[in-house]
């Protein structure tokens, strides 16, 4: 997406969402102290997903779909779409799943804009300013980023399943580290996806998660804002998702990923060993 497609982006977004829009444009120009979201600590997390919660990330992506928008590895889906508004607006401490946003929206929004991250975060900033709640604790998005995920995910379950493109399995298959986690667990599989749009495959793996012996499986996904909507829709019957994103380089890589530090050359760095 080029930049002349982004600003049309942004401007059929604001046409559709005039309230969106004022509150978009305030929050850029006012220098505020950022979001205010409480977070669990590492620990925290490990507990939650031990009692079984599911962990679904939330990023500038996410926020583009829920107001009509896309993304150049997921085309809009109305269903989509309604689902992402739907795991946000469901969420409490209770639900058995919990929501992650990354932690950087706490941040003031001078500092943003030093860092040149403000045009990346606004639409998710101000999307949490307005419908997300604020009595609820998240997970940081990026907690898969800069720690390993085997300490969050090792002893959780007997079984564990990737849900992930094909170049990901192979990376994860090929990996040096593939044998350690093996050890781990009792049986490792994969559903693999489409790179791009998967969630025209939501049938497809709705259905292979159910052939597997989901109470006694993790299974962790890695296949953009379609992943969201199917840990949502499997954590409705008790199986457990948790959304790694590009975390899910860990298994092929003892390396924390780069963190977005300016928004110049972001797609490269991030998704060229995914797609």
């Known amino acids: 997406m080029n930049l002349l497609e982004k600003i049309l982006l942004k401007l059929k977004i604001f046409l559709r969402h005039p309230v969106f829009a004022y509150y978009f444009v305030l929050h850029y120009f006012i220098n505020n102290e950022g979001c ?80 040149f991250l403000y045009t990346i975060y606004t639409l998710l900033i101000t999307y949490y300013k307005l419908f997300f709640k604020k009595d609820i604790k998240y997970v940081d998005a990026f907690i898969f980023y800069k720690h390993d995920v085997l300490d969050f995910v090792k002893n959780v379950k007997e ?22 986690y093996k050890k781990c667990f009792k049986n ?27 109470r ?32 899910i380089s860990w298994f092929w890589s003892k390396e924390t990923l780069p963190l977005i530090t300016r928004s110049e050359g972001i797609f490269n760095i991030i998704f060229k060993n995914f797609l």
């Open 36 to 115: 205010g979201a409480k977070f669990y600590t590492n620990e925290e997390v490990k507990e939650r997903i031990k009692e079984g919660k599911s962990i679904i990330r939330y990023g500038d992506g996410e926020a583009t779909m829920m107001l009509g928008g896309y993304i150049f590895y997921q085309k809009y889906n109305e269903s989509l779409s309604n689902t992402l508004k739907k795991i946000v607006q469901n969420c409490t401490a209770n639900t058995n799943y919990c929501l992650s946003v990354p932690d950087i929206i706490n941040e003031k929004s001078k500092n943003l804009k030093k860092r």
């Open 216 to 247: 006694n499986t993790l299974f962790l996904f890695s296949c953009g804002p379609s992943g969201k909507a199917f840990i949502y829709d499997i954590s409705s019957y008790g199986a457990q998702g948790i959304d790694l994103g590009h975390g």
């Open 188 to 214: 490792i599989d994969f559903i693999t996806v489409k790179a791009i749009d998967s969630y025209d495959e939501k049938d497809y793996v709705l259905k292979k998660i159910r052939e597997f012996d989901y």
């Open 159 to 180: 079984n564990l399943v990737f849900i992930t493109p094909q170049k990901s399995k192979d990376m994860i298959i090929e990996g040096s580290y593939f044998n350690e």
